[in-house]
């Protein structure tokens, strides 16, 4: 059996790109850039008026001017004005292009307007209230990076360069296959020896906050059936996550049948708890990625976002952000394996504690409902309260 | 002019209900639970096997017999077998229920079979490698609370007790509307004095993460379609998020237009940067509440985060989960407003500190990208490194 540590670097070594698509800009929300983005004119591509008031040249404020006579009115979104006397001034709007003659502008606040005249109220100062052309970014400049996740800012970005249809990473066709006959639908009432299928769900929703709508497919502990169905769901797909069938039970028939499928078998079995039967292998002839959990649901979860989800952020070239808690239980990990336990995280005063929750190791459900993720204990170690672990959020 | 804090209590004080709604349980990822959910059984719902191998009578453990003829194979789904000799044992599966008569499993590593007879290879103790009926959670028992955000894990739970339709809470209907003749659309090139759209796409995207899908709608700066529009917006939903139109221009009809629409004004113009200009309204007859944020992408990002979201919060039932950052920089806070500076954070050793991001102020929407939240620094405060300060994550 391997370690975790010889798994992780086992399955990310398989990390595969899926190339590239254009897709409307509102439905990028969460898929990752697969082009850098740079902006296609200044920003802002004027010297653009931050106050409603009155612009003015800043000649007749150094001359003590105090009156103004109202040349004109500018809106946001009209041509550019001109002021053209210097003497006068042109009521401006925020947003607007600054007029030309202009320099400063004065806001409503410290004017009185009268007859067609504004008249100063307080002293005011020159060449202010105006957001200079090309100040926040200057044409040709880069605004987003490749391999960036875009959320609703980046979409504003996105949206302020004209980038209406946005060139993101393809994501990879995923299989999500349950096995097991004690297995019933959720809609069902099951008989006493049987159990509603919930693993197969838990996986389908977490591959939602991925944009990944995968196929749900359960398939009946029958050796011929199942071949014929993993050899369909290989045909079709990028990914094959499984749940059950891997253990070392007489209808456990999947690592056989990933053998005749030219499955290869990369490791079976980890020194690691929950997910002690994890099966991990590859097609190469259809370049096909299968993980095979063990059948319990709190085992399937964990493994999944240990090793799944770290193997997609590195197919996707995304930036993974390893983090880390802190221990508020001694944990005595004395044993050669690594364990991964559910933790409830707080943020107090700054810092982030790991609240141990109290499982019962049996792989339920909903125990896992309570967690925000899980720690990864290293074998033959001994942890005190204050320690720093790996954290895996879900 | 109003504080940051009168101003989020007025806006918290008109938190509505939307009702609730039973939706299939594959749509219900990141809706909120509108009841308690029970478990509809004991769970595990029977006595259930956890390793593959033989299971046995503990009394032929007791009484040192080493070997057992297997008198029947039970796999998993099928119906509770029975060990007719307790001198024997059965051949059982993981997931299976634990058959009649039985009450020890021994798993296959620490046995050999041959001729149909298994034979202990090592000491095994008796009763283990069961997971008990009931023990994880017992019929009737709570097992997910009403107000609860429904995530992947979430789904799972529901899967296994049943919940096929999930009662949530209702969304309210959104309608989001820009302002601005300067604005174009995002395929569109502008011309000099425009620019394209963006605030109102990053609000569309924003509320996708609620799982809302807003209304999306653009009005001229001309009094009369305004009217006519915000009209009809008024009536087909419960929130209007404006942006836009309420600052002191001579085109910022929105205030007269509430008042003809008998929008009560409960504040207009807040004692905070960004966002000054906010203002916040309540349509008593159709019970719509009215968001309507300055029209710069940074201010209206931000703003609907400070408010509308916490807004959102209290109106569905959630938990608030306030959190808290270390400053890594020097603030001098001094004047009489609340400021929302725009921070990149890192958990670095198990704490969340904040980096002030570069911005010049002028609502960039580019450095906006950068940030992953605001820090609130109320007014009259300086600020040192290592402080805690309140932090809003976008």
Redesign the interface.
């Known amino acids: 059996m391997i370690s975790h540590h010889e798994a992780l670097e086992k399955v990310l070594a398989t990390a595969t790109h899926f190339g590239s698509e254009k897709i409307p800009?509102?439905e990028s929300?969460n898929r990752i850039l697969a082009e850098d983005i740079f902006?296609d004119?200044d920003?802002?591509?004027?010297d653009r008026v931050?106050k409603?008031g009155i612009a003015v040249n800043s000649q007749a404020l150094e001359n003590n001017k105090t009156s103004f006579k109202i040349e004109a009115?500018y809106?946001?979104?009209?041509?550019?004005g001109i002021l053209n006397s210097l003497e006068n001034c042109v009521?401006i709007?925020?947003?607007?292009?600054l007029p030309k003659n202009c320099d400063s502008v004065i806001?409503?606040?410290d004017i009185e307007i009268k007859n067609g005249i504004a008249t100063l109220q307080t002293e005011v100062k020159p060449r202010i209230n105006i957001?200079r052309k090309g100040?926040?970014?200057q044409s040709g400049e880069k605004?987003?990076s490749k391999n960036q996740r875009i959320?609703?800012?980046?979409?504003?970005?996105?949206?302020?360069?004209?980038?209406?249809k946005v060139l993101v990473k393809k994501l990879p066709k995923i299989a999500i296959i349950s096995t097991?006959?004690?297995?019933v639908n959720?809609?069902?009432?099951?008989?006493?020896?049987?159990?509603?299928?919930?693993?197969t769900?838990?996986?389908?929703?977490?591959l939602?906050?991925e944009k990944i709508t995968p196929t749900l497919l359960h398939i009946r502990?029958e050796k011929d059936i199942m071949l014929q169905q993993v050899e369909n769901a290989i045909k079709n797909h990028d990914v094959l996550l499984l749940s059950?069938g891997v253990?070392?039970?007489?209808?456990?028939y999947l690592p056989e049948i990933f053998e005749e499928l030219k499955v290869e078998k990369i490791f079976h079995r980890v020194l690691q708890r929950p997910g002690k039967p994890l099966w991990f292998g590859k097609q190469q002839e259809k370049n096909v990625t299968v993980f095979s959990f063990p059948?319990n649901?709190n085992s399937t979860?964990v493994n999944y976002h240990i090793y799944f989800i770290k193997w997609l952020t590195k197919s996707l070239e995304l930036e993974d952000?390893n983090?880390?808690?802190?221990l508020n239980t001694a944990v005595d990990a004395n044993s050669n394996i690594t364990r991964y336990l559910l933790v409830k995280t707080n943020?107090e005063?700054?810092?982030?504690?790991a609240e141990l929750l109290n499982e019962?190791g049996?792989?339920?459900?909903?125990?896992?409902?309570n967690?925000d993720g899980v720690i990864l204990l290293p074998p033959e170690k001994v942890f005190e309260v204050g320690d720093?672990v790996e954290f895996v959020s879900?």
Request: charged share 20%; hydrophobic share 40%; no cysteine.
């Open positions: 800009l509102l929300l902006a004119r920003f802002p591509p004027f931050t409603d009115v809106a946001a979104g009209s041509p550019q009521e709007m925020t947003g607007a292009m806001m409503y606040e957001h100040s926040d970014r605004v987003l959320s609703a800012k980046e979409i504003g970005v996105l949206a302020t360069v004209g980038t209406s097991g006959d004690e297995l959720v809609e069902e009432t099951p008989l006493p020896h049987q159990i509603r299928t919930s693993n769900l838990s996986l389908f929703a977490a939602e906050k502990d059950g253990s070392k039970g007489k209808f456990d059948g649901p979860f952000r983090s880390e808690v802190i943020a005063n700054g810092e982030i504690k019962n049996s792989g339920d459900l909903i125990s896992l409902a967690a720093l879900f």
